[in-house]
């Protein structure tokens, strides 16, 4: 409770408000993972390390691709300057498992066999009615993961004292969590790679950390059974703000719109490879971590999608959310033109994780070239490698209140709430005589932020206007 008021005060002296940001320094309160597969014999190497002076618990959310309805939660205990490591992989039964050789103390425990998937919370035999989408164990096999911070633990206390040392307490707990909470999260940093042990390629990235997230501990006895969530920035507080990139602070009344806020692209770039002569495979990650707020009826509370999407998620499990026809580039800044440049007359991408994968739907065969994905879009490659640019069709805004020195009142706030990189792989099959050879590598996106515009204009008072 002292830490917590000594955070307060130290944002009134400064006379700063606290709105949530996208960390230039990789670090935060949040941190958002965009891609997890064990997909076509692939695992996911998932580390993440703590940067505070003090011990926290934070949430470690695996949420399945189609609809980011959960698969696996757990809190983890993370002493101060520790790092937990685990790795996802497929189970007997085909769903992906979690297994770690960290002695960090999680609740539940994490069996040593390791913690298989779960499909209950979109097949309907969990807390969460029954979603649109398939409910096989394949649906577990590749999605992205969620890990907030959600309050510091006091020393001296006897939380404290189970989970630090050699010698760990975690069965059981001894169950003064909350009073022993004395502060909110803070700093953690995360990494991944999917690795293909058989084709020697590892994919690392890093995950995007968002910064002010909360200047309040987000664990408390009222906290529901999808708590800590994203749609808890701001703490507290009624709304929440955003401190958009290239632009300021703007207020929201509805939490998680401020976290969509800073994760907004207004367009969207990245590379591809696709050298016919060496086998060479693009896959490009977009994932949508906030998607599941304003298209999943059981997480949003309405029937029809809320801005910035399009609709709602349905058979056969999709949310459509379309695009202006894509710009695909060659080397030399060509523009391919014509319906030779994509598979489908109005590109759309329609779940949660997406993976454009740059071939045919021939050439894909069902699977995408680098991840075997089955979350797929299809654009085709023009020429040996260049550059795509996707905007999307229709920008419905988020609205909210200008904090920034512009002052403009009421403003909209418009694009595609996403994190994501391409991942390319290349065959060699003559590296030297008789000998095949991998290689791999991971560009990450580059974006313009979220288009911000005044709301009230001569020409009317509303972000959204119907087609």
Not at 12 to 30: E, F, M, N, Y
Not at 93 to 108: E, F
Not at 365 to 385: H, I, T, W
Not at 388 to 397: F, G, M, N, S
């Amino acid at each position: 409770m002292f830490r917590s008021v000594l955070v307060v005060s130290a944002m009134l002296l400064a006379g700063t408000a606290w709105g949530v940001a996208l960390s230039p320094a990789g670090s935060g309160q949040v941190l958002l993972f965009a891609y997890y597969t064990v997909n076509d014999g692939q695992d996911t190497l998932v580390t993440i390390g703590s940067l505070g002076d003090h011990a926290q618990i934070v949430r470690v959310r695996f949420l399945e691709g189609y609809n980011s309805r959960p698969v696996l939660d757990f809190d983890l205990y993370l002493p101060a300057n520790e790092t937990w490591v685990g790795a996802v992989t497929k189970s007997a039964d085909g769903r992906a498992m979690l297994r770690t050789p960290a002695l960090t103390c999680t609740v539940p425990a994490l069996p040593a066999a390791g913690a298989v998937f779960s499909t209950a919370q979109f097949d309907g035999s969990g807390g969460l009615p029954a979603d649109a989408g398939p409910h096989d164990a394949g649906r577990t096999r590749e999605g992205f993961i969620e890990v907030i911070s959600g309050g510091t633990i006091a020393s001296e206390t006897s939380t404290f004292g189970a989970i630090v040392g050699l010698e760990r307490t975690c069965t059981p707990l001894p169950g003064s969590l909350l009073e022993d909470i004395d502060g909110p999260g803070e700093a953690i940093y995360g990494t991944a790679a999917v690795i293909s042990v058989g084709q020697g390629l590892y994919y690392a990235y890093d995950a995007t950390a968002l910064d002010d997230f909360s200047p309040d501990p987000l664990y408390s006895p009222a906290m529901g059974p999808f708590d800590p969530s994203l749609a808890q920035a701001g703490g507290h507080v009624a709304g929440a703000d955003a401190t958009i990139h290239g632009y300021g602070l703007v207020h929201f009344d509805r939490k998680i719109d401020a976290v969509s806020a800073v994760l907004a692209k207004s367009t969207l770039y990245n590379q591809y490879v696709a050298p016919a002569g060496l086998g060479a495979r693009s896959d490009w990650i977009l994932s949508m971590p906030t998607q599941r707020y304003y298209t999943d009826p059981a997480m949003s509370g309405s029937t029809t999608a809320l801005p910035p999407f399009d609709e709602v998620f349905r058979a056969p499990g999709v949310a459509p959310l379309r695009f202006v026809n894509p710009a695909i580039f060659d080397r030399l800044g060509n523009q391919c033109t014509g319906d030779f440049c994509q598979y489908e007359t109005e590109f759309h991408l329609d779940r949660a994780v997406n993976v454009i994968a740059y071939a045919t739907p021939d050439q894909a065969n069902g699977a995408s070239g680098v991840f075997a994905s089955r979350l797929m879009a299809y654009l085709y490659p023009f020429g040996e490698s260049g550059h795509t640019r996707l905007q999307p069709y229709r920008l419905r805004a988020m609205e909210g209140v200008d904090r920034s020195p512009l002052q403009q009142g009421r403003v909209c706030v418009s694009g595609t709430p996403e994190i994501g990189f391409l991942a390319y792989n290349l065959v060699n099959g003559n590296a030297q005589p008789g000998r095949l050879a991998n290689y791999g590598g991971i560009y990450r996106d580059q974006w313009l932020g979220a288009g911000v515009g005044a709301r009230d204009t001569p020409f009317g008072h509303e972000c959204n206007v119907p087609e």
